[in-house]
């Protein structure tokens, strides 16, 4: 049994017991689930409808899904099931069955003959033994029993059998079935058992009595309906199915081991070395691959962190078996090859994921050596631990993620101290922080006493005094103004433009820079000198910013119109707010639909007509928080906020600057709709005056078109004039076929030969029949080219009859040695024996005419 049937008679077996086969989701959770950093279980994407929150399409659901366990990193190539990328098959009754079901289902489905076809003999099962609050799970305990498997293959554990999907949410007491693959494999201890860590005992599918929601306070609380969920890992049943040592040697890897023998002479089984480095290759290579093909890239933080780790460790034990030179986009194309029909954005992605394997294989390989040297020379030192200097100095200069550091000591029987290693991250953190705080600019120069008040939400033209200033030698210069009406880039919305003056001298606004809450704007001088001290005239562009606070207020219209619509998993995910256009990033998965697009731009622009006051107040977070007011996940707020507000439409945190009423946005309309990346759409819309050019230039281009389908209509008729009358044959076999037409219950039939004509013409010939006989069925045969042609056309009240076109021609098609399709209405066929004609048309008669009689 290969992997695609396993993973196919799961999905069968489910669905033919009323369960929807659902696609696999994303390896980047939903958007409506921060609380994970990537899917690791089959019931992810399906979390808000075992809370309740949303209604799933049907109470039962099957799905194979892709899944990724990043605990898992370290300790894959230390045995032969662990795996980070994996896929999870599961089977989950959303408040429908419960225990019983579940357990009985599974045991058929693990030991038919048709199903796994696993030895019961073999198969234990594992219960939750209780724990304060939660009772042992008697009735599990009953179910397994009842199902056939002795009592003493059921084991009572801990912890292991209370699965919860994340810190927060649906959780329950468990039951997991294990193989056990006999004691010549594993430890060989006597009390060896399901709950050992060795390879004998192999856990394949859990089954989670989803009851709880647990709450932040770790308390738990009765989910509203008592639910399944399960998982059973595809490669480990597999393995199980195909007999063989290790999920590496089923089929679900292909060649990859084999491949990788190949490329380095290292060898499966070979030695401990050898055989930990390729099992390390073969499962990053799939990871990597299937994590970049989901859209992450990367990076130092979270899930790109997670990508990062995964690569860098992967080319770390290429090295060790002597694969250097860009083997890891090999790797990648290999799995690519191996498993694009079973995930076909595998395929889609594939160019630009081997485009970022490479860079990032490039980068970690060029410091591998030097960084390498470092690490040997540490662990030849004497003492037990490495310090938190050379951890720091192995990540910070030779991009080795620390974990990859700690076990790579750990295997030189070495731990590394880690506590000092995060405390020198910190300080790296702070100082970065600080770089960028006195960002493009020596600020140093700049360093003064006082901070900027930003009046630009009222003012845009003030008088006011050059604070500090600091030629930057290339005819700008960094100012600090005492009063600023410029709005200092921040919360998606551009830095203002502008100019200041003072008697002397002139200079253009180039930028605003926000430092913390103070800023600086960066000049380029026109003419003249500035000084410290100086009075100036500070002017806001009124061009660029109107339009520009437009653009803003309709963001917050947008969102809530979007919430409104689709739903309140909806959530800013970035924005741009500029004077041209703006646009909007959020969560939310698959495209809109045009209707939904167009209710939400008719929406924004009721707002906008209905001419809403703005009320813009500062109050406390918590004050904020208790009306409701939306706030961005992960962003860092101070204790007194600003609160925008569009009574009764939206309510958000936002420092930007707005329109006094809605009305002053004019037309809102939305020019684009993408996808960002995975599961973000974002919606580029115009207004104001940009809105008003466009709509201009739409109704001039409809217009446009008017005159154009006018002129194309007049010219049809004149060709219509001027072209000659149908051939009188034809026009006198259509009449002469009208005439011969026979009946029968009621429709009306003609079925005939016409010599010479081929199945274009047949098909005008049965238009023209058809506009004058109703109800009617015509069949028509025709001989041009030597060939036989078959037409069936029949109109709708012959259809209402139980006539259907493409049942008659397939039916005849072979007489004339031929065949055809099309459509109850109309079908065709050809043939090459038109001798056969005669006799095909009065067949198509024949089955006609007994339809119509029964
Ligand atoms: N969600 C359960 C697990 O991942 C089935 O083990």
Not at 88 to 114: H, R
Not at 120 to 125: E, F, I, R, S, V
Not at 245 to 274: C, K, N
Request: aromatic share 6%; charged share 25%; net charge negative.
């Amino acid at each position: 049994m290969t992997s695609d049937e396993i993973r196919e008679r799961f999905l069968s077996f489910f669905e033919s017991r009323d369960h929807r086969r659902l696609p696999s989701g994303s390896l980047v959770p939903a958007e409506h689930d921060p609380s994970v950093l990537l899917t690791t279980a089959g019931m992810h994407p399906l979390k808000p409808y075992f809370q309740g929150r949303e209604k799933p399409p049907h109470h039962r659901l099957t799905s194979c899904q892709k899944c990724f366990r990043t605990p898992d990193i370290d300790v894959v190539g230390t045995t032969t099931r662990h795996l980070t990328f994996f896929e999870m098959l599961g089977n989950f009754s959303i408040g429908d069955y419960f225990k019983k079901f579940a357990v009985e289902q599974a045991w058929q489905l693990v030991t038919s003959p048709d199903g796994f076809g696993f030895d019961p003999d073999k198969l234990w099962a594992t219960v939750y033994r209780g724990d304060g609050d939660v009772p042992a799970d008697e009735e599990a305990i009953a179910l397994w029993l009842e199902v056939g498997v002795p009592p003493e293959r059921i084991m009572r554990l801990g912890g292991d059998n209370f699965w919860q999907a994340g810190p927060v949410g649906p959780c329950g007491p468990c039951s997991e079935l294990h193989y056990d693959r006999g004691e010549e494999v594993g430890c060989g201890r006597d009390e060896c058992g399901p709950d050992c860590d060795c390879d004998r005992f192999i856990e394949f599918w859990n089954l989670v009595f989803m009851q709880y929601n647990m709450l932040d306070d770790g308390s738990l609380e009765p989910l509203p309906r008592p639910s399944i969920d399960t998982g059973a890992g595809l490669e480990r049943v597999t393995m199980l199915a195909q007999g063989v040592d290790s999920a590496y040697l089923t089929d679900a890897f292909g060649d990859v081991i084999e491949v990788i023998e190949g490329w380095s002479g290292a060898r499966y089984g070979h030695t401990p070395g050898e055989t930990k480095a390729l099992k390390v290759l073969a499962d990053h290579g799939r990871a990597m691959s299937f994590l970049a093909s989901d859209g992450i890239e990367p990076g130092n933080e979270g899930r790109g962190y997670v990508l990062r780790r995964v690569i860098r460790r992967a080319i770390l034990f290429g090295h060790r078996i002597g694969l250097e030179d860009a083997f890891l986009v090999r790797l990648h194309a290999r799995v690519v090859e191996l498993l694009r029909d079973a995930h076909p954005e595998l395929g889609h992605e594939e160019p630009r994921v081997a485009e970022l394997l490479a860079a990032e294989e490039e980068r970690f390989s060029r410091t591998l050596e030097t960084g390498g040297k470092l690490l040997d020379d540490v662990l030849a030192g004497s003492g037990d631990e490495v310090s938190a200097d050379d951890a720091f100095r192995l990540h910070d200069t030779y991009g080795f993620p620390i974990e990859l550091t700690v076990e790579i000591a750990g295997e030189h029987g070495k731990r590394v101290d880690e506590a000092g290693f995060a405390t020198l991250m910190d300080e790296q953190r702070n100082r970065a922080r600080s770089a960028i705080v006195t960002g493009r600019a020596e600020v140093s120069a700049l360093e003064s006493d006082f901070q900027t008040e930003f009046v630009g939400y009222e003012r845009l033209d003030v008088t006011t005094q050059v604070g500090a200033i600091h030629d930057q030698g290339d005819g700008t210069a960094l100012v600090k103004l005492r009063e600023s009406p410029f709005y200092p880039k921040g919360g998606g919305q551009v830095a203002d433009s502008g100019w200041i003056e003072s008697d002397a001298a002139r200079a253009a606004v180039e930028d605003v820079v926000r430092v913390e809450d103070d800023q600086v704007i960066v000049v380029r001088l026109e003419h003249g000198e500035l000084h410290p001290g100086e009075r100036v005239r500070a002017h806001v562009d009124l061009e660029a910013r109107r339009p520009t606070m437009a653009n803003h207020t309709a963001t917050h219209l947008l969102h809530a119109a979007l919430r409104g619509r689709l739903g309140d998993h909806v959530t800013q995910a970035g924005s741009y707010v500029g004077p041209d256009k703006l646009r909007f990033d959020f969560r939310h998965s698959g495209p809109l639909t045009p209707d939904e697009l167009a209710d939400i731009e008719r929406t924004v622009n009721e707002h906008v007509v209905a001419n809403h006051p703005l009320h813009i107040f500062v109050t406390s977070r918590d004050r904020a928080g208790e009306l409701g007011a939306m706030m961005l996940f992960g962003e860092k707020y101070g204790d007194h906020v600003r609160v925008v507000e569009v009574p009764e439409v939206s309510r958000e945190l936002c420092g930007g600057t707005h329109v006094r009423s809605t009305a002053e946005i004019g037309p809102f309309v939305v020019t684009r709709e993408t996808s960002s990346s995975q599961g973000i759409r974002r919606i580029e819309a115009i207004t104001a005056g940009a809105a008003l050019a466009h709509l201009r230039a739409e109704a001039a281009e409809a217009q446009a078109l008017r005159s154009r389908v006018a002129e194309l209509e007049s010219e049809v008729k004149q060709v219509a004039r001027a072209a000659p009358a149908p051939p009188a044959a034809e026009n006198g076999s259509v009449a002469g076929l009208i005439d011969g037409a026979s009946e029968e219950g009621g429709v009306r039939i003609v079925a005939a030969v016409v010599a010479d004509a081929d199945g274009d013409q047949l098909l005008q010939m049965s238009d023209r029949i058809r506009s004058r006989l109703s109800p009617a069925a015509v069949v028509l045969g025709g001989d041009a080219g030597g060939k036989a042609h078959l037409v069936a056309s029949f109109d709708g009240g012959a259809q209402e009859r139980g006539l259907s076109a493409v049942d008659v021609i397939r039916a005849v098609a072979p007489i004339v040695d031929g065949g055809g399709g099309g459509r109850a209405a109309m079908a065709r066929a050809g043939g090459s024996n038109p001798a056969q004609l005669a006799e095909a048309v009065q067949a198509a008669e024949d089955a006609i005419r007994e339809r119509l009689r029964s």
